[in-house]
């Protein structure tokens, strides 16, 4: 999930601008050094460049360092390995790539997941989604980039290990556009896969999630509702629930949005695994925005109509303020009273160390899987809608 309010996060993004900030001018005649040895500039884009293959092939995909889908064959199914930033022993991290061209032009859909590396039911969304697709049949391009974050779906971790200090878990869907030039890997591989792969080559776009790890959640979008063609694809889903909110800035969602590429953020449910019953959901929701753009012909299927999508405005946490074992009160997707108890935390002796309850009404959206919690954990995430009778009741803040 995206919305977390950590507060070490926002500490890491303020030392990450402090070193770019003091290390910019001392930058400056390595990056020129380097730009002229490789004649790329930074900021160029893919449609620019074209698509530029390295000459490598890897497991049998050719090496891609930029793409331009215009050069790619109609009718076809394309599969690369994108080439992105380098790890500490000079070898490289590669991004897989697949591309459905249509037989024809038309709009062009981009699914993404891996940014999280724990995340795991969106890559068998997309796969399933690819997997229906046929191009010949096609009006414009589905891209899928199955991996964005490698070293963090290596290792099953959330975050992206950077070495540069001893291992420093780098959050990537805060750093987006990212820089190429930047003096850090994930910011680095951000720009590259924003830029080359990403930017020039998509109308609208899809980055998939789930909860973080230690967390469970409901079927559910972020998704700025303001946004008429945001809206339009998210009310495409049979999901449960929709918040409807900017977020953070440095999201993928938020980055496209910014470069005119209406897009939003599902979140499949718990991560590590693959749900099934989820993914199903989130396939069928796919599948209808692809249809609504015109990409193939057919019918809608079920869609946030049938499945009485709740859209919220408004998110809250219940955070812990003890340590010990958890004991959750209410399911995902309960609608909960304000002051209701939500949970109980024990110690060890199986003494009740804190009650916890909800500061407002509202729908549980996620909720803690991981049984021990320590002070400052979020347990539940409770949204709301302020304009209904479902969480409409403010309390005593
Ligand atoms: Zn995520």
């Known amino acids: 999930m995206t919305a977390d309010g950590n507060e070490g996060l926002d500490r890491r993004r303020f030392m990450i601008a402090s070193v770019a900030t003091v290390g910019a001018a001392g930058l400056m005649a390595t990056t020129a050094n380097a730009q002229a040895q490789?004649?790329?500039?930074?900021?160029?884009?893919?449609?620019e460049q074209g698509t530029v293959y390295t000459g490598d092939v890897v497991?049998?995909?050719?090496?891609?360092?930029?793409?331009?889908?215009?050069?790619?064959?109609?009718?076809?199914?394309?599969?690369?390995y994108f080439k992105g930033v380098q790890m500490p022993t000079g070898q490289t991290w590669y991004v897989s790539v697949m591309v459905a061209k249509g037989a024809t032009p038309g709009k062009r859909l981009g699914l993404i997941s891996g940014v999280h590396g724990d995340e795991m039911s969106p890559v068998h969304t997309i796969q399933s989604v690819m997997n229906?697709?046929?191009?010949?049949?096609?009006?414009?391009?589905?891209?899928?980039?199955f991996d964005i974050s490698r070293p963090a779906l290596e290792g099953m971790t959330r975050r992206w290990p950077s070495s540069g200090r001893g291992i420093d878990l780098i959050d990537?869907?805060?750093?987006?556009?990212?820089?190429?030039?930047?003096?850090?890997a994930a910011m680095r591989h951000a720009g590259l896969v924003f830029n080359r792969?990403?930017?020039?080559?998509?109308?609208?776009g899809i980055d998939f999630h789930t909860a973080a790890t230690g967390m469970d959640m409901t079927a559910f979008h972020l998704a700025r509702m303001d946004l008429p063609d945001v809206r339009a694809m998210a009310e495409l889903y049979p999901i449960e629930q929709i918040f409807d909110n900017k977020a953070?800035?440095?999201?993928?969602?938020?980055a496209l949005i910014d470069a005119g590429i209406p897009a939003f953020t599902p979140e499949i449910g718990r991560p590590r695994v693959f749900d099934h019953e989820m993914i199903d959901l989130f396939v069928e929701g796919t599948m209808n925005v692809i249809k609504h753009h015109g990409i193939l012909p057919g019918q809608i299927g079920r869609t946030g109509r049938d499945s009485n999508v709740f859209i919220a405005d408004g998110m809250f946490p219940v955070i812990t303020t003890h340590g010990g074992f958890i004991e959750l009160l209410v399911q995902l997707n309960e609608t909960v009273e304000?002051?209701?108890?939500?949970?109980?935390?024990?110690?060890?002796f199986g003494e009740v160390m804190a009650e916890y309850t909800a500061a407002r009404g509202g729908k549980v959206g996620a909720r803690r899987t991981d049984a021990t919690a320590e002070p400052g954990t979020p347990i539940v995430f409770m949204i709301f809608d302020s304009a209904s009778a479902v969480g409409g009741d403010v309390v005593v803040e």
């Not at 229906?132 to 980039?145: C, E, F, I, N, Y």
């Open 38 to 47: 490789s004649g790329q500039d930074g900021s160029a884009t893919a449609s």
């Open 59 to 80: 497991e049998g995909k050719q090496v891609i360092s930029s793409l331009d889908i215009e050069d790619l064959e109609p009718g076809k199914k394309h599969s690369f």
């Open 132 to 145: 229906q697709l046929d191009p010949t049949a096609m009006s414009g391009t589905v891209m899928a980039v």
């Open 172 to 184: 990537i869907n805060r750093l987006f556009p990212g820089n190429e030039q930047a003096p850090e």
């Open 197 to 204: 792969l990403l930017r020039a080559n998509l109308d609208y």
């Open 248 to 254: 953070e800035p440095g999201l993928l969602a938020n």
């Open 338 to 348: 304000a002051g209701q108890k939500v949970a109980i935390q024990r110690n060890t």
